[in-house]
T-cell receptor
């Protein structure tokens, strides 16, 4: 069954703890993205990776870190430095190197208290 | 001025109505235009993808791009309650590796 998997669907953490969100894909897509979605804010790009072992900061990278050791996986770590981490996090993939459309995973809702 | 503007709504229509959703943009270099549908607490789902100006039709959905006016539209004919969702426009300049720029989304409610 092809697709993009994000786990868990809901995640709860205490303030000051780092947390890692998982994103796995078996679509053989080259590029992977992390977005954050807040009510009324739309989608904001955190990090993206076009190939293995390479990634670039998006518009709101502060307080986040990523790795891309395998083509299939692009985990996002929300660190304690992120001032307002509670949000809906979306992972997306894109085939090829062109400006092609992106496909999204189901998302992870992170709540930090 | 933000790069992509989209009226957040909410937009409420009766079942069977024709719905028009719109985005305006400021960057004349945008060439690729997409519409996504997002149900509550789900990931966005790609609905339509168009390149440059013109129309594209897929079932009850029609996407229009007017690059001269920097304006894109999504029309939904014979709207159904299952169309109730948030609709996001997205666009790209087209160079390899460039990210998509999203509108904030319009929330649509179709009542039966």
């Amino acid at each position: 069954d092809g697709g993009i998997t994000q786990s868990p669907k809901y995640l709860f953490r205490k303030e000051g703890q780092n947390v890692t969100l998982s994103c796995e894909q078996n679509l053989n897509h080259d590029a992977m993205y992390w977005y954050r979605q807040d009510p009324g804010q739309g989608l904001r790009l955190i990090y993206y990776s076009q190939i293995v072992n390479d990634f670039q900061k998006g518009d709101i990278a502060e307080g986040y870190s990523v790795s891309r050791e395998k083509k299939e996986s692009f985990p996002l770590t929300v660190t304690s430095a992120q001032k307002n981490p509670t949000a809906f996090y979306l992972c997306a993939t894109r085939w090829g190197q062109g400006p092609y459309e992106q496909y999204f995973g189901p998302g992870t809702r992170l709540t930090v208290t | 001025q933000k790069e992509v503007e989209q009226d957040p709504g909410p937009l409420s229509v009766p079942e069977g109505a024709i719905v028009s959703l719109n985005c305006t943009y400021s960057n004349s270099a945008f060439q690729y235009f997409m519409w996504y549908r997002q149900y509550s607490r789900k990931g966005p789902e790609l609905l339509m993808y168009t390149y440059s100006s013109g129309n594209k039709e897929d079932g009850r959905f029609t996407a229009q791009v007017d690059k001269s006016s920097k304006y894109i539209s999504l029309f939904i004919r014979d709207s159904q309650p299952s169309d109730s969702a948030t609709y996001l426009c997205a666009m790209s300049e087209g160079q390899a590796g460039t990210a998509l720029i999203f509108g904030k989304g319009t929330t649509l409610s179709v009542s039966s």
